[in-house]
């Protein structure tokens, strides 16, 4: 695009001094915090490109940010981090599967507060090539590097690095976890079991069916096919709180064990954990995770902004009414900024996505 920057050494100058905020807010999100004690059960036991570690196109990454983004100084002041999870059955953590989950972790490095927000799945985007359809397909084209560029160009982000773990290493980590709390509601038991039953099928595993409603502990297995319902009132968006859901319920879960218990954890995820993040920083940052907290989460597009709609051959997708209004929620949700001014970039796409959706949504 005409619009593009071409240079990066800002980019590189602001993520080395941010990097330290980055890692720490990573751990507090739970996958980093199991990535972290990866790293030091073992750290000069293993080489560094055995954990999954994976150097972006720094280039690639500059240029999808769109004009003006790298200095808005009203971002200054946070770091973000794109989390991804994958349901691949062959283990493909780099590209070739779609990503279920994506989540933007945001932190303000100022006061530790952190607040995440599930992009759906079938959000109708750019895909960071001109190409539009569903932005999990930017994750299945062109891995981590494209579904990040994705994120930057359609929503004025300027994210550099990731995480991304399969739904085998969840199950795996729930279960080293001994379980997970979580308020099962009576509509969901029928397809969080079904799902229990394919997904014990696929990975050679028994399941034990859940049978009540209320709080109750879910192993692995019933907490990763809770993440996956979305037949229920809420369709997909209610499935995205569910996975937002399960993730701070493994966090909770974390802080109260101890540390053998989760080297225990990080044994059974080892090679299920696909990620940017620089392991020699990690192993610096180890242990400094008690300041910070999750204080919000929402899904984009928000629900006063966005439609559904079968898009010709792409099939069922969710629609932003109106791209730019919903990234100016987007900024205002994890920045506080209220007088945020979408790029050019935006608005092209913005108009591209109304022409090719506004005949097909539902209204």
Known sequence: MSNRRSGNSGRRGRKKNTKRALIIFGVE?????????????????MKVDKVGKVNLDEEVIAESVNTGVEENEQMTGYTNLALFGVDSREGDLDKNTRSDT??????????????????????????????????????????????????????????????????????????????????IEENEITHLNNYQSTMAEELGLKYTPVTQTGMQTLNGLQATAYCRIRYTAGDDFRRAERQRTVLMAILTKAKTISLPELEDVASKIFGETYTSLDLQDIIKLLGNITNYNVVSSDGFPTSSMRATGTIGKKGSCVVPEDLASNVKWLHEFLFDDTEYEVSPSVQEYSQKIAADTDEYIDR
């Open 102 to 183: 994506i989540i933007i972790a945001s932190i303000n490095n100022e006061n530790g507060e952190i607040r995440l927000a599930s992009v759906y799945r079938d959000t109708y985007l750019n895909l960071s090539n001109d190409t539009y359809n569903k932005c999990n397909v930017a994750y299945a084209k062109g891995g981590p590097q494209q579904a990040i560029s994705m994120l930057n160009m359609n929503l004025d982000m300027d994210i550099t690095d990731f995480v991304t773990i399969g739904f085998g290493g969840l199950t795996d980590v729930i279960d080293e976890l001994g379980g997970v709390d979580i308020v």
């Open 29 to 45: 999100i739970v996958v980093l915090l199991i990535l972290l004690f990866i790293v030091w059960t073992l750290f000069g036991k």
